[in-house]
């Protein structure tokens, strides 16, 4: 045996989500269990789903879960006996670019539904001391793309129930984008059956799915 065989590097295996896509629809729209399409295309998304435009490039979207844990320690033992996993989330953040309205409505945790300019072309949203017991919820996608040898690879996180939990700062600045730092928390949906699916499609993934462990019978 070599190192070479024990790392069995494959490059294929390699996921550089070049492009990103970031899809959303308020909580309770039908959420697809797949993303995947015959002939390794992707599938058009149920009714009620719309995009957020693009996101800014410098830190693109990032998705961090968070694990607690509990430690059980013996008398006079230097290390713990057993660790408990006490509990685990996951949070999504990316900054969108573009003033639309799900953008505006997600960054201020507003009821924009019924919002339209009016006939000069303002629109405008008023915030209220009340508004801040509202907590709306949406679902997310966000799929990636790449490519190797065999074609297209989509990467992608399905989120059914999520809710803003953090939003940066907003900056009027001659060298950047008035843009939407967002924050989200990932919640349990019981009608989809977890808090968050992760998965890769297209026909570059088939193709390395033996390699990746993902072929039947693997």
């Known amino acids: ?3 070479a065989s024990f790392k069995d590097k494959q490059d294929d295996l390699v996921i550089n989500p070049g492009n990103l896509a970031v899809i959303a629809a308020k ?5 697809p269990t797949k993303l995947g399409a015959p002939g390794g295309g992707l599938i058009a998304l149920p009714v009620g789903w719309e995009p957020l435009g693009e996101v800014a490039k410098k830190d693109g979207a990032k998705i961090t879960p968070d694990v607690k844990t509990a430690e059980i320690e013996g008398y006079g033992s230097p290390t713990p006996r057993r660790v408990l996993r006490t509990a685990e989330s996951v949070t999504v953040s990316f900054t969108a670019q573009e003033a639309r309205r799900v953008n505006v409505e997600m960054f201020w945790n507003a009821e924009l539904g019924s919002t339209v300019a009016d006939a000069d072309g303002e629109w ?3 915030k209220s001391a009340a508004d801040g017991l509202l907590n709306n919820y949406y679902s997310i996608i966000l799929v990636g793309q790449d490519t190797n040898t065999a074609g297209l690879v989509f990467p992608y996180y399905i989120f059914p129930k999520v809710s803003v939990t953090k939003t940066d700062a907003q900056s009027f ?15 349990e949906d019981p009608v989809f059956g977890g808090y968050m699916a992760h998965g890769s499609a297209g026909a ?3 193709a390395v799915n033996t390699l990746a462990g993902f072929s039947a019978g693997s």
């Open 1 to 3: 045996m070599t190192i």
């Open 27 to 31: 909580y309770g729209t039908t959420v």
């Open 124 to 126: 405008q949203i008023k």
């Open 173 to 187: 600045d001659m060298e950047a984008e008035l843009a939407y730092p967002l924050t989200f928390t990932a919640y």
């Open 204 to 206: 570059g993934q088939a």
